[in-house]
């Protein structure tokens, strides 16, 4: 099956499989494409495995991201899933958020025990978030299947009176349309922001953490979640591709290209098949997909480890 | 205590090393071009040694310093990247090749091996367990194909007169650095080194491996933007590909 074709990657340091990595590049994309995440999580510890260095697997994931994202967006744009105004507004309070992120990641590291607290962040982030939507996305499965077709947007606005209405007293409620929403531009302002700070802590690009974040307090159908997020995803790796050439040099942009014509691909079949699937179909398969991220994280922390040491800069 | 025992051992090292003759040997290729299609090489060694000795190589890279996190548990549970390392005069590459098991090749053996190569290693903070970081560093090194030990790829030749002819092909990993590198040859008798060889190589990038590597390490911003770009355009160009199928 592979094609016996070996290349060198100048910046990496090494040669790779071109099919490996072509194929990788299409796992994670359909992923990408189906749930609206980066997949930097699944991708970067792969790459390491094919004997990428940390800092360069990590560097050319985003550029491969930009790739895969622009196809995806794309495909959502197409299909009428691309809140323009709402990712705008997440983007500029993710690259606030993330210019915070970065500073209070300094200090910590100064202060010591930075990755402590950064997986332990990174654990009960995805423990929380993965759980919940899981959960939340059975019940709402459930009372599908037992009431024929409820009025479900009635329903939680209930739910959440006191978060609806902090969100109702914010000043300046203006219609999205492609959401169906209304509210404060300050809102989606915020909530990118602190996704922002905390992927910068997490050292991730954040899509997973957005996700819940647009489905749950800004109310947006899970739809047009998959491609705003996408849309969003976008802007942040081309500035991180950027910032990772001028300062770290660790961008190899072959392996990228190699991935990103994967992944691309894979982004519009998924976007497909995300189409096919409802949207409490989609939460409960990015819940599960969240928690197995969760517990592959966890049994790193309580596993004793291959080996005793680790280079510094990967992540 | 560690210095001075590491003082002691060069100073028996040097006349011994000053009393080994010269191996004549020849390596080819010369340098190593790191092509876009570059996966490893392999590099053929031959020369003379003294008559009844063995032959040791070693392909080693320039000493580095590499910067380490020790793993340990935190709170008697939870694995994490505790204190910070500092390795000096860690050779990028390190290969072993020999006609017999280090092992078996008494005290040169055992200097010549990994684990006698790693003595000389320094880690920073001074009372590091060495005892236990070492063998761990030679474990990551070895699982990333960049540190060998290994006996069989030397073959012994015809003898002429006091010398006797030998070669090898020694395989170079495709990890590898652009860089310069030494293939050195010790003939051991006795467990003791009798003559000893040097011969340099030098890896360098060529083709678009070495144009990629100048835009990325020289004009980085123009890289970073070059790299968005054309993302950019294979995803539109995939994503309309797509559309136009659809259509159809």
């Given at each position: 099956m592979s094609i016996p074709i070996e290349l060198y990657l100048p910046i990496a340091g090494n040669s790779v499989n071109i099919a490996a990595v072509f194929g990788l590049g299409g796992a994670v994309g359909l992923l990408s494409g189906i749930?609206?995440?980066?997949g930097g999580f699944l991708m970067t510890p792969l790459l390491i495995m094919m004997g990428i260095p940390p800092t360069v697997a990590a560097a050319s994931d985003s550029n491969q991201i930009v790739g895969a994202s622009t196809s995806g967006t794309l495909a959502h744009l197409r299909l009428g899933n691309v809140d323009v105004k709402m990712g705008v507004l997440l983007l500029v309070g993710g690259v606030l958020g993330g210019t915070v992120g970065v500073e209070i990641i300094k200090i910590l590291r100064q202060m010591g025990n930075a990755d402590f607290l950064i997986n332990i962040t990174y654990v009960l982030m995805l423990g929380l978030v993965g759980g919940y939507m899981f959960v939340e996305s059975l019940q709402s499965m459930k009372k599908a299947k037992a009431e024929a077709k409820a009025p479900s947007t009635q329903e939680k606005h209930v739910k959440s009176s006191a978060f609806g209405r902090f969100s109702a007293s914010l000043p300046w409620q203006m219609e999205f349309k492609r959401s169906g929403v209304r509210m404060s531009p300050l809102l989606p302002l915020f909530l990118g922001g602190l996704v922002g700070v905390l992927s910068a802590i997490m050292g991730v690009g954040g899509g997973f953490i957005m996700v819940p974040v647009m489905v749950y307090l800004l109310r947006m159908p899970m739809h047009v979640v998959v491609g705003t997020s996408l849309f969003q995803i976008l802007f942040t790796c081309i500035n991180v591709t950027v910032m990772q050439s001028i300062f770290n040099h660790t961008v190899d942009f072959v392996l990228a290209l190699i991935l990103l014509i994967g992944s691309a691909l894979g982004a519009q079949i998924g976007a497909k098949i995300g189409k096919k699937l409802h949207g409490d179909q989609l939460k409960i398969l990015l819940a599960t997909l969240v928690l197995v991220v969760m517990f592959k994280i966890l049994y790193e922390l309580l596993a004793t480890p291959n080996v005793l040491l680790a280079y510094v800069g990967g992540h | 205590m560690k210095r001075a025992a590491l003082f002691i051992v060069l100073l028996l090292a040097l006349p011994a090393s000053a009393l080994a003759e010269d191996v004549m040997a020849q390596v080819s290729p010369e340098a190593i071009d790191i092509g876009a299609l570059y996966n490893g090489t392999s590099i053929a060694v031959s020369g003379l040694v003294p008559e009844g000795s063995q032959v040791a190589l070693r392909f080693t890279g320039a000493p580095e310093e590499v910067r380490m996190k020790q793993k340990g548990k935190f709170l008697g549970l939870l694995w994490m990247n505790m204190n910070t390392l500092h390795f000096s005069g860690v050779p990028k590459v390190c290969l072993v090749e020999s006609t017999a098991p280090l092992g078996e090749m008494g005290e040169a053996g055992g200097k010549l091996s990994l684990t006698g190569m790693a003595q000389s290693i320094g880690i920073e903070p001074a009372g590091a367990d060495r005892g236990m970081l070492l063998p761990e560093l030679l474990k990551l090194k070895r699982g990333e194909g960049l540190y060998r030990e290994s006996s069989g790829a030397i073959v012994l030749g015809a003898a002429r007169g006091a010398a006797r002819e030998f070669s090898a092909n020694v395989s170079i990993p495709s990890r590898l650095s652009p860089g310069s590198y030494v293939v050195e040859i010790f003939a051991v008798k006795d467990g003791r080194v009798v003559a000893q060889g040097v011969k340099n190589i030098e890896a360098k990038l060529v083709g678009i491996p070495a144009q990629l590597a100048d835009l990325a390490f020289n004009h980085g911003a123009l890289y970073g933007i070059f790299a968005s770009i054309i993302a950019i355009l294979a995803g539109l160009a995939i994503g309309i590909v797509f559309q136009s199928k659809e259509a159809h």
């Amino acid at each position: 099956m592979s094609i016996p074709i070996e290349l060198y990657l100048p910046i990496a340091g090494n040669s790779v499989n071109i099919a490996a990595v072509f194929g990788l590049g299409g796992a994670v994309g359909l992923l990408s494409g189906i749930f609206g995440v980066g997949g930097g999580f699944l991708m970067t510890p792969l790459l390491i495995m094919m004997g990428i260095p940390p800092t360069v697997a990590a560097a050319s994931d985003s550029n491969q991201i930009v790739g895969a994202s622009t196809s995806g967006t794309l495909a959502h744009l197409r299909l009428g899933n691309v809140d323009v105004k709402m990712g705008v507004l997440l983007l500029v309070g993710g690259v606030l958020g993330g210019t915070v992120g970065v500073e209070i990641i300094k200090i910590l590291r100064q202060m010591g025990n930075a990755d402590f607290l950064i997986n332990i962040t990174y654990v009960l982030m995805l423990g929380l978030v993965g759980g919940y939507m899981f959960v939340e996305s059975l019940q709402s499965m459930k009372k599908a299947k037992a009431e024929a077709k409820a009025p479900s947007t009635q329903e939680k606005h209930v739910k959440s009176s006191a978060f609806g209405r902090f969100s109702a007293s914010l000043p300046w409620q203006m219609e999205f349309k492609r959401s169906g929403v209304r509210m404060s531009p300050l809102l989606p302002l915020f909530l990118g922001g602190l996704v922002g700070v905390l992927s910068a802590i997490m050292g991730v690009g954040g899509g997973f953490i957005m996700v819940p974040v647009m489905v749950y307090l800004l109310r947006m159908p899970m739809h047009v979640v998959v491609g705003t997020s996408l849309f969003q995803i976008l802007f942040t790796c081309i500035n991180v591709t950027v910032m990772q050439s001028i300062f770290n040099h660790t961008v190899d942009f072959v392996l990228a290209l190699i991935l990103l014509i994967g992944s691309a691909l894979g982004a519009q079949i998924g976007a497909k098949i995300g189409k096919k699937l409802h949207g409490d179909q989609l939460k409960i398969l990015l819940a599960t997909l969240v928690l197995v991220v969760m517990f592959k994280i966890l049994y790193e922390l309580l596993a004793t480890p291959n080996v005793l040491l680790a280079y510094v800069g990967g992540h | 205590m560690k210095r001075a025992a590491l003082f002691i051992v060069l100073l028996l090292a040097l006349p011994a090393s000053a009393l080994a003759e010269d191996v004549m040997a020849q390596v080819s290729p010369e340098a190593i071009d790191i092509g876009a299609l570059y996966n490893g090489t392999s590099i053929a060694v031959s020369g003379l040694v003294p008559e009844g000795s063995q032959v040791a190589l070693r392909f080693t890279g320039a000493p580095e310093e590499v910067r380490m996190k020790q793993k340990g548990k935190f709170l008697g549970l939870l694995w994490m990247n505790m204190n910070t390392l500092h390795f000096s005069g860690v050779p990028k590459v390190c290969l072993v090749e020999s006609t017999a098991p280090l092992g078996e090749m008494g005290e040169a053996g055992g200097k010549l091996s990994l684990t006698g190569m790693a003595q000389s290693i320094g880690i920073e903070p001074a009372g590091a367990d060495r005892g236990m970081l070492l063998p761990e560093l030679l474990k990551l090194k070895r699982g990333e194909g960049l540190y060998r030990e290994s006996s069989g790829a030397i073959v012994l030749g015809a003898a002429r007169g006091a010398a006797r002819e030998f070669s090898a092909n020694v395989s170079i990993p495709s990890r590898l650095s652009p860089g310069s590198y030494v293939v050195e040859i010790f003939a051991v008798k006795d467990g003791r080194v009798v003559a000893q060889g040097v011969k340099n190589i030098e890896a360098k990038l060529v083709g678009i491996p070495a144009q990629l590597a100048d835009l990325a390490f020289n004009h980085g911003a123009l890289y970073g933007i070059f790299a968005s770009i054309i993302a950019i355009l294979a995803g539109l160009a995939i994503g309309i590909v797509f559309q136009s199928k659809e259509a159809h």
